[in-house]
Structure formats: C-alpha cells, structure tokens
C-alpha cells in the first residue's frame, strides 16, 4: 500500500464508498421509552415529550438503537439523500 496517495479515501470515490445507512422511526409503534437515545453514543437520537427526532447528520446506521428499542419501532435502511 505504498503507492497510495496521500489524503485519497474511499469515500471520495461513489462508486467504491458504501453507501450511507441511517435509522427511522415508525410513529405508530413508538412507545417514546427513550430506551434508543439512552444507547446512542452519536446523540443521534433525541425524545422531545412526544416525538423522537433522529438527527440523519450524526447518525451513523450502526444499529444499536434497534436492538434495543422494546416496540420494534425502528428500521436501519439507506440513506436516499
């Protein structure tokens, strides 16, 4: 790996970057338990009283708030934007 370019990442390359996953959320199934931002370690998530806002800039899709969400009420998918 000598012969790489200094400063060239994967990402900078679309056809070679995967691409980018984030969390949603299913309103109808959200319990607002706050269980999915006490285990975010992006801050991604946050539980304003009855609505959970999950911030797609700091999210990185690892997943981790799915496991643990009780309701079922989140979904890793891609990112369309």
């Given at each position: 790996m000598q012969n790489r370019k200094k400063?060239?990442?994967?990402?900078d390359h679309p056809h070679l970057a995967?691409?980018?996953?984030?969390?949603?959320v299913n309103r109808?199934?959200?319990a607002y338990c706050g269980a999915c931002v006490s285990v975010?370690?992006?801050n991604?998530?946050?539980l304003i009283e009855t609505f959970?806002?999950?911030?797609?800039?700091?999210?990185?899709?690892?997943?981790?708030?799915?496991?643990v969400c009780p309701m079922g009420a989140l979904?890793?998918?891609k990112c369309t934007t």
């Open positions: 400063g060239l990442k994967i990402s995967m691409p980018k996953k984030v969390v949603t109808f199934k959200c975010c370690k992006f991604a998530n946050e959970l806002q999950i911030y797609e800039d700091k999210c990185t899709g690892c997943g981790i708030c799915v496991k979904e890793v998918i």
